[in-house]
Structures are given as C-alpha cells and as structure tokens.
C-alpha cells in the first residue's frame, strides 16, 4: 500500500489520483517502477558475468585436473596382469636368489639398469601417438612398450615405441627384419641407461 506524496493519505496500489487531495499518485509509481527496469540491464550483465567467470574457472580447473594426457602406466599396472610367456623375456631375481619369471601389464617395461638390445618400432615427438602405436603393437601380441629416449641417449625430447629385449644385435635385428613390413624402417638398437 502507498501514501499521497501531497497529503500522505492511504492509496491502494493502481490508484491513479489521490481521493482526498487530487495529486496524481500513479505517475509517481511508474516512476519507481520504471527505475527499477532502468537497473534490469545491469543486473542481466551481471549475471552474465557470474556465469562466465563460473564457466571459465570450471574449465580451467578441468584443464588443470585432466589426466588425458597423463601417463596412465598405473592404471596399468593395476589392471590384469598375465604372467609373461616363456619366451625369453628377462627374468627377475628375488632378494633370496631364486629366479622367478617377470609379470607384465600390456605396456613392457624396460627394467631399470638393463643394457640390451631391442627393436625400435617407431620414434616420435608426440607422447600419446607413440603410447598408441606401443599399445596397439602390444594387443597385435608383440612385447612392445614405450621409452623416453633422454633416459637412454636415444636422442632428445623422443618416445620410443620399442619390441623386445635380445642378448645380442643379431636376434634384435632378425626381429627387426621381421617386423619390417608391419613397421617400415624398424631397426635393431642398444638401449642402455643415460649418464
């Protein structure tokens, strides 16, 4: 309920004229009705603004936790693991001496310390392209994984999709050779540690 702005008697929302006075009461509420719809674009820009700044932080975090481009070898080593084959893979040697046949994830690991002779499939500055080409050679039933070449001065800033682990040169590049029509330019290489 307003009042007369003239003689400040009681007027029902609507009311054109005061009944008492005669002072046009309407004129005087459209005015303050229309200041409040003078303020509605500046609040919708606000609101804009909210939203966006909402959205671009939302984004930003998002980038920011994305494990898409992460190595994702622990979801791997968590997955099934099947126990190698017995095809000369390397084995491992536990603290009490005993030999013991080496489990594997999907991806093979180039054990730490080891100098030995592989096949590289496929060299590359792209970290996931690589890890692709290594998984897909990994499901054909090849032993392939993938090898950061600064580790093993393999060159710099390269991946490495390798397949094996061969005592000598020539076992490695008969499998290269092998490999050749699958993987052209596939060559036989000595991995050992950098430093």
Avoid: H
Wanted: hydrophobic residues 35%.
């Amino acid at each position: 309920m307003t009042s007369c702005p003239r003689c400040g008697e009681p007027a029902e929302p609507g009311q054109l004229v005061c009944l008492e006075c005669g002072t046009r009461i309407a004129l005087k509420q459209e005015g303050r009705d229309r200041r409040s719809l003078d303020n509605l674009p500046a609040v919708a820009l606000l609101l804009c603004v909210v939203v966006i700044g909402a959205a671009a932080i939302g984004f930003a975090l998002g980038a920011l936790t994305d494990d898409s481009n992460k190595d994702s070898d622990a979801a791997e080593r968590t997955a099934e693991r099947a126990p190698a084959a017995d095809d000369g893979a390397p084995q491992t040697e536990t603290e009490t001496g005993a030999s013991q046949q080496s489990s594997q994830s999907l991806l093979l690991e180039w054990p730490e310390g080891l100098t030995a002779y592989t096949v590289v499939l496929v060299t590359s500055g792209d970290r996931p392209a690589a890890r692709r080409v290594a998984r897909e050679a990994a499901q054909s039933g090849l032993e392939a994984g993938l090898l950061r070449s600064d580790d093993y001065d393999l060159g710099t800033n390269l991946w490495i999709v390798f397949a094996g682990r061969f005592d000598t040169q020539e076992s490695a590049q008969r499998q290269a050779d092998n490999l050749g029509e699958r993987y052209p330019g596939a060559y036989a290489t000595l991995v050992k540690p950098a430093g």
